[in-house]
């Protein structure tokens, strides 16, 4: 069975192989070191959305396990940790997964909505927008989020003159009524790998993102209705 150690050892191989056919004029070498590539590039997407969609089973297991019927359900760019919101029980699952373990092994937190305090989204290790129970949620931050989105808070400050560093990490936090987990973060992506702004991935990332940031938004104005 190929795992990732050897996948990286069959990827610097056949770069190696490119290098080697370019500088000797063998241009076989160099076409079965590009094909290998190829091939390491295909098997590897393959496998990381095979990941993705096996911790998915394993999230909606939990879930009925706790007798959670969720509505909607994300995991973390790193799959360590997963997101879930069910309206009917107007509560949030909160699931931090264990490497290699059994379900009863994994964290698993039940969170009222009344005890969501805030939602903020974070780019590197800054928060650049965010919402709380006791701000003034539905007149100008709802209509920078509806009107352009999280996409575009981020773009604009990417773009920006004081602005100029690279997007490495994008996060949604949640802050909750809990002394010993006050928090807890979502990785929407996370590389050492730049993300350009406005490419495929931004958008469908920060489209995400936004999706989530908005449905916390709403808990909170729900919850400040109920107080109110």
């Not at 699931?95 to 373990?101: N, Q």
């Not at 009222?112 to 003034?136: A, L």
């Not at 999280?150 to 990490?169: D, W, Y």
């Not at 940031?213 to 919850?223: D, K």
Request: glycine residues 6%; contains cysteine; hydrophobic residues 45%.
């Amino acid at each position: 069975m190929i795992n990732k150690s050897n996948i990286v050892i069959f990827f610097f191989i056949s770069i190696f192989a490119i290098i080697i056919g370019m500088v000797t004029n063998l241009i076989i070498i160099t076409i079965l070191g590009l094909c290998v590539l190829i091939s390491l590039v295909i098997f590897a997407n393959k496998a990381s959305k095979k990941e993705k969609d096996d911790l998915l089973l394993k999230v909606r297991g939990i879930a009925l396990k706790h007798d959670f019927p969720q509505d909607i359900i994300t995991l973390s760019s790193d799959n360590k940790k997963a997101l879930s919101i069910s309206e009917e029980q107007s509560s949030v699952l909160l699931i931090e997964l264990l490497p290699k373990s059994e379900d009863s092994l994994d964290i698993v937190r039940m969170v009222n909505f009344n005890d969501v305090i805030e939602v903020k989204v974070n780019k590197n290790s800054s928060t650049i927008t965010r919402s709380s129970r006791g701000s003034q949620i539905g007149s100008a931050m709802i209509g920078s989020i509806v009107a352009g989105g999280i996409g575009a808070i981020i773009g604009g400050l990417s773009g920006s003159k004081t602005s100029k560093e690279s997007i490495r990490k994008l996060s949604l936090e949640i802050v909750i009524n809990d002394l010993k987990k006050p928090s807890f973060e979502v990785s929407f992506y996370d590389s050492e790998v730049e993300l350009k702004v406005n490419g495929d991935e931004y958008n469908r990332i920060t489209d995400e993102m936004n999706q989530w940031y908005r449905m916390f938004t709403v808990i909170l104005h729900q919850n400040k209705i109920s107080t109110s």
